[in-house]
């Protein structure tokens, strides 16, 4: 798996997205199974993902996220990373798969 992902960062002054980092070796997996949310006019359901990428990659909440995963591709947005011995971890809120 591959991740680019790019940051809101001020540039004179203007706001624009920076690619931060590109094409990084990840691992990105499904962490729960959809879960079925029901309201009277419509059923959804919500995947959880996560994201694993080496501990010399920081990651913010909020940073844009583009992760090639087996011929697929995620884009998403980066929740609060968690940073352990082996590996940064972020849970992802996936907007759009192709």
Do not use: W
Not at 24 to 53: E, G, M, R, W
Not at 73 to 85: I, L, S
């Amino acid at each position: 798996d591959t991740a680019t992902i790019t940051r809101k960062q001020k540039l004179g002054n203007v706001m624009k997205d920076a690619e931060i980092y590109k094409d990084i070796k990840c691992h990105f997996s499904q962490s729960s199974q959809p879960v079925l949310n029901q309201s009277d006019t419509v059923a959804t359901t919500n995947s959880v993902f996560t994201l694993y990428v080496d501990t010399a990659v920081e990651i913010m909440t909020g940073d844009n996220l583009i992760i090639r995963h087996k011929e697929q591709k995620f884009e998403g947005v980066a929740g609060q990373p968690f940073h352990r011995n082996f590996s940064n971890v972020v849970k992802v809120e996936v907007k759009k798969i192709s």
